[in-house]
């Protein structure tokens, strides 16, 4: 079944203990994304990643680092969390495509955080 | 960055259609309007998208204002599978997606 996979996909930890957050898709995207979802925000992208070895900042990257050493993983990283960290993140592929312009999104189920 | 502005919640009864407005008043000529709807405890799922022409899927239509400035998703007979919220979105370039704060549906059976 072509998916994204989160893990872990609750998570309570306290202030400063690193953490990182897998990401893991099976649909061979080159294009990978994680976002935060805060009540009346919305969604806002903290990272992207166009293929492997190519991130770039999204709106909120303040706080988090990603890798992409493999296209199917992209996994999102608090080197020292903080409570305004605390968010519901999810994580999404797609193809890029040269000429379709669509590059529909696949999201993933989400993983809930709360630092302490 | 371009922004888009969307009503906090709308109703519809079930089996009418319903039109979901947004605004982008900045977007610029190369944006896409992308829509995503999110069902209660789930992620994001792909709705429709389009850059200048009215759109059709299975799912919906999307109707976007000469000037692009703004654009409305039209759901053609609304189902109680339907309330979510929905989220307009540009995509600027290829790679960066800018969500709105969605609109929450409320379906009446």
Redesign the interface.
């Known amino acids: 079944e072509a998916q994204v996979t989160q893990n872990p996909r609750y998570l309570i930890t306290v202030t400063g203990k690193k953490l990182t957050v897998t990401c893991s898709q099976n649909m061979n995207h080159e294009y990978m994304s994680w976002y935060r979802q805060d009540p009346g925000l919305g969604l806002r992208q903290i990272y992207y990643s166009m293929n492997v070895e190519v991130t770039d900042k999204g709106d909120v990257p303040e706080g988090y680092k990603v890798s992409r050493k493999e296209k199917r993983n992209f996994p999102l990283i608090l080197e020292s969390p903080s409570p305004n960290q605390t968010s519901l993140y999810f994580c999404a592929s797609s193809l890029i495509s040269g000429t379709a312009q669509n590059n529909e999104q696949f999201f993933g189920p989400g993983t809930r955080l709360t630092v302490l | 960055?371009a922004k888009t502005t969307q009503p906090n919640s709308m109703e519809s009864n079930e089996e009418e259609p319903v039109h979901l407005p947004c605004n982008h008043s900045t977007i610029s000529g190369t944006d896409?309007i992308h829509w995503?709807r999110q069902l209660p405890s789930?992620?994001?799922?792909?709705v429709i998208?389009g850059?200048t022409s009215n759109v059709n899927n299975r799912m919906a239509s999307l109707a976007i204002a000469e000037d692009r400035k703004s654009s409305t998703l039209i759901l053609h007979r609304a189902t109680l599978r339907d309330a979510a919220v929905y989220?307009c979105i540009l995509?600027e370039g290829?790679?960066?997606?800018?969500?709105?704060?969605?609109t929450r549906l409320k379906v009446l059976a």
């Open positions: 960055d896409y995503y789930q992620g994001p799922e792909y998208h850059l989220y995509r290829t790679y960066k997606y800018i969500f709105g704060t969605g």
